[in-house]
């Protein structure tokens, strides 16, 4: 925990502090900015390792070791660490929170997200669980990375808004796919296994009410993902269509102030007025 603490001040001074004095951003896109500048580089760190993990492991060849190697009491040095650093990591945004001065309006929010990362985490860690939590982190850090680093480019260019539209559709397919595998493993995979026994000693939990308890759990978090994520791309949408009559208003506004300054200047309708309008034919007939 101490050194994710010393890893955070490192990148915010020599990285994200150096970028925000060339921007010269408002106090909440410098927060905002910050949050993703550290998550997106905790994110993409976890993706290569849990990634290295999962291919060293032989996932890729062979799936079904989500549920047959149950209950993995014995676990590979790289396994193990692994999960003790996304722990601290976790652990250690809680002084952030003070170290960063975070706003009073924004620490329930973060607390909440703090909590399901180390409830999660340290679920599957006890519950032996290893491989299915190791997959589902992979997965859905894979999909905030994304986000966070669109986020990044969107602050120092605002017309940038394809990455939100990739991440949008990949955000929804994380969601099933992790309700997939959640299913396929504890409901079906374990639901099947010889050994049903709750025994503390093996670390074997793959009893009934566990299974229900995991596979709650889960849903309930991914059902509160997607509330979150309507609620946040409704709020994009009304904010896109209430810029939208400005913008055509100020439009409209410009023509008309336009249209008006040649009317003084040329006349009204195409007609030409007789105060300093005339043409040099019209002086040379009222000369005459």
């Given at each position: 925990m101490l050194v994710a603490i010393i890893i955070h001040a490192i990148i915010?001074?020599?990285?994200?502090?150096?970028?925000?004095?060339?921007?010269?951003?408002?106090k909440t896109k410098h927060s905002k900015f910050n949050e993703s500048g550290q998550l997106s580089a905790f994110y993409l760190f976890s993706c290569i390792w849990?990634?290295?993990?999962?291919?060293?492991?032989?996932?890729?060849?062979d799936p079904a070791i989500l549920w047959k190697s149950y209950p993995l009491t014995l676990m590979t040095f790289q396994m193990k660490f692994f999960y003790i650093s996304q722990l601290a990591y976790w652990f250690h945004a809680f002084p952030e929170l003070y170290f960063q001065k975070t706003k009073k309006e924004d620490i329930p929010r973060q607390l909440v997200y703090i909590g399901l990362y180390l409830f999660h985490i340290g679920g599957a860690y006890l519950l032996?669980?290893?491989h299915l939590g190791l997959v589902l982190l992979v997965l859905h850090y894979f999909v905030e990375f994304l986000f966070h680093?669109?986020?990044?480019?969107?602050?120092?260019?605002?017309?940038?808004?394809?990455?939100?539209?990739?991440?949008?559709?990949?955000?929804?397919?994380?969601?099933?796919?992790?309700?997939?595998?959640s299913v396929l493993t504890v409901g079906f995979g374990l639901a099947r296994a010889e050994n049903q026994k709750l025994d503390f000693s093996t670390g074997n939990f793959n009893v009934l009410p566990v299974r229900i308890a995991v596979l709650a759990s889960i849903c309930?978090?991914?059902?509160?993902?997607?509330?979150?994520?309507?609620?946040?791309?409704?709020?994009r949408w009304r904010e896109h269509s209430s810029s939208?009559?400005?913008?055509?208003?100020?439009k409209s506004t410009v023509t008309k102030g336009r249209s008006?300054?040649?009317?003084?200047?040329?006349?009204?309708?195409?007609?030409v007025t007789s105060n300093g309008a005339d043409s040099p034919r019209n002086r040379k007939e009222k000369s005459s």
């Open positions: 915010q001074e020599y990285v994200l502090d150096k970028i925000n004095r060339r921007m010269h951003f408002s849990g990634t290295s993990i999962l291919v060293s492991e032989n996932f890729i060849s032996n669980l290893n680093i669109s986020r990044l480019f969107y602050f120092s260019d605002e017309k940038y808004q394809k990455g939100f539209s990739l991440w949008a559709i990949l955000f929804v397919l994380g969601r099933l796919l992790t309700l997939i595998l309930i978090t991914q059902a509160f993902m997607m509330w979150k994520f309507i609620n946040f791309q409704l709020r939208q009559p400005q913008t055509v208003k100020k008006s300054r040649k009317e003084k200047e040329n006349g009204v309708n195409g007609t």
